[in-house]
């Protein structure tokens, strides 16, 4: 959890037997390709992979230089994102924080979050375009859910208690939502950021593969129509990269956002590795 | 002048199963400007209710509470509030837990951290402003609650159990600390408390309710001298004698308190 942890053998032993599993894992799967136990065509192989990753890089791909594929994706994905979060938290803590507008809208929402909203794609793709639009759009409706259900159940979570005392305090309905229930709810919002990034980026990089000019949906689409399934999982190992990045920024912003909790046992070992 | 008064209150709660659950009945209480009420009685016989009455968290289903001869009607910033549980905001600093009231009020942020600081050197916490609650004790955590009521100078104090989740030692040393904090501004105080050693040390006025629906049975003054000391008052024989006389009128409502829990859970 914390970057210092001193490097004592027993965490020694377990980096050892990571690196262990990834080198078995490569090596037999390359093995395997070589001596045509698998057969590379349809499967890949770790080396052409990377020498597939090494030609993007230095010679660019065929839509243009590899920095710009990713940078399209990125850009649809975190603008996407950004506003997906935003309308989520505000429609959560506005429907959470009103009686009236959760009872009214309730049905509607019910049934928008149990449509396949992927579909949504097409539909947007058709009305906006191959350009950026339609694919922040797609973005927008997969993060809305996840961060909107997240937020409307943690401000109907949140200590009666501490309510009862900032409106003794003084606190108005505005000042209630702004300095407690929206710092309260922020543990459940965050939770579903890390999702939702996913999220993110499978919207962006599905739209792209619905109808585009750029970006890593859209190599991939070019590698599997030449059978270049190397090249899919290049973009695979990319996306894989990116998405890791972000992850750590995000538990970055989480434990700055709630460093006023107490650490908590058990706080998965999962999330700190 | 009274500060609180209660005429005739009945408060009924919708339960569950779509009855009704009274948990006061034909309430009055009556608390002078700068008296320390104390309110005892068996769990469960409507002492907290009388505090959001009071405190204008719920209204009364029949009866009128009055704070200052004015009915209450909602929340009246004049009156302060401290919990059982923890009730500071654990994502607050201690500095800005205690200027919340203060800040909610529209003073600006510098001036209420001024008063604050002031706050936070009388209830002992000076050096600790930059600490998150979880990073304080139990009575720590309480001493905030309290430089987070009083920094609004209630006239009005209402306390429900504000102590009952300290160990022994802490809780004496904290009721003592109460006393001199109170001295200092002097509102009307309800103390609401199932220990009654600490309501005698304490209050003026020892009020004893019966087992819900709770009404009251029977009042006393303390006339014990003040400035008190908590920790040894208990051993003064007026203290003592005190004790006897209310125990007296409080052990058959415990007792028919404790009979009625227990018939309960066999029957359930």
Redesign the interface.
Known sequence: MSGRRPWTPRRRFILGLRIGVLVLWLGSWELAARTKLLDPFFFGQPSTVWSQIVTWVTQGTSQGSLGEQIFVTMEEAVIGFLIGVLAGVVAGIALGRSRLLADVLAPYIKVMNSIPRIVLGSLFLVAFGLGLTSKVLLVIVLVFFGVFFNAFQGTREV?R??M?????????RW?LTT??VL??A?TWILASLHVSFGFAIIGAIVGEFLGAEKGLGMLIKTAQGNFNQSGVLACMVLMAAVALLAEFLITRLEKRLL????AQAGEADLASL | MTAIELRGVTKRFPTADGGTYTALKDLDLTVAEGEFCAVVGPTGCGKSTTLTLVSGLEQPSAGQVLVDDLPVTGIDPCTGFVFQQDAVFPWKSVLDNVSAGPVFRGIGKTDARVQARDWLRRVGLTGFEDRYPHQLSGGMRKRVALAQTLINHPKVLLMDEPFSALDVQTRSIMSTELLSLWDQTRPAVVFVTHDLEEAIALADKVVVLTAGPGTVKAEFAIDLPRPRVVQEIRFDHRFVALYERIWEALRSEVEQAYARSTAVTVAA
Not at chain 1, 166 to 171: D, F, I, S
Not at chain 1, 259 to 262: A, E, V
């Open positions: 200590d208690n501490l009862a005392n900032a409106r003794l305090l003084g606190a108005s000042q300095q407690v710092p309260s922020f460093r006023w909790r107490p």
